[in-house]
Nanobody, 121 residues
Framework: QVQLVESGGGLVQPGGSLRLSCAAS????????MGWYRQAPGKERELVAA???????NYVDSVKGRFTISRDDAKNTVYLQMNSLKPDDTAVYYC???????????????WGQGTQVTVSS
C-alpha cells in the first residue's frame, strides 16, 4: 500500500508563509499527478494546486500568485509553498497523488492524512 505523509501545517498570522510537504512511500512504479486539496468548515473540498509528472501546474484562482506547487521526484515528494496567507486560506489541507502501482501498473488515487492550516491574527 502507498502512504502519503503530510507535514508543515500550523498557525500563522495574515501575510505569513508556510510550506507544506507530502512524501509518498511504498511500492511505486511512478507518480502521475500530485496535488493539494483543502476543506474549510462548512465548505466543500476544493482543489488548490496540482502538478503533473511533466511539471505542468494549475491553481485555483484564489491562490494564484501566492502559492507555488513543486515536486521532487527523487524523494517522491510534493510541496506547497504558501505566501501572503489570508484568513480564507484556513482549512485542512490534503495531499493527493495518482500513483502507478503493482505488476499490472494500476493507476490508484491516494490521500494524505490532512494537515491543519490556520491563518489568524
Amino acid at each position: 500500500q502507498v502512504q502519503l505523509v503530510e507535514s508543515g501545517g500550523g498557525l500563522v498570522q495574515p501575510g505569513g508563509s508556510l510550506r507544506l510537504s507530502c512524501a509518498a512511500s511504498g511500492i511505486i512504479f511512478s507518480i502521475n499527478t500530485m496535488g493539494w486539496y483543502r476543506q474549510a468548515p462548512g465548505k466543500e473540498r476544493e482543489l488548490v494546486a496540482a502538478i503533473t509528472s511533466g511539471d505542468s501546474t494549475n491553481y485555483v484562482d484564489s491562490v494564484k500568485g501566492r502559492f507555488t506547487i513543486s515536486r521532487d521526484d527523487a524523494k517522491n515528494t510534493v510541496y506547497l509553498q504558501m505566501n501572503s496567507l489570508k484568513p480564507d486560506d484556513t482549512a485542512v489541507y490534503y495531499c493527493n497523488a495518482e500513483v502507478v502501482v503493482g505488476i499490472f501498473r494500476n493507476l490508484r488515487d491516494y490521500w494524505g492524512q490532512g494537515t491543519q492550516v490556520t491563518v489568524s491574527s
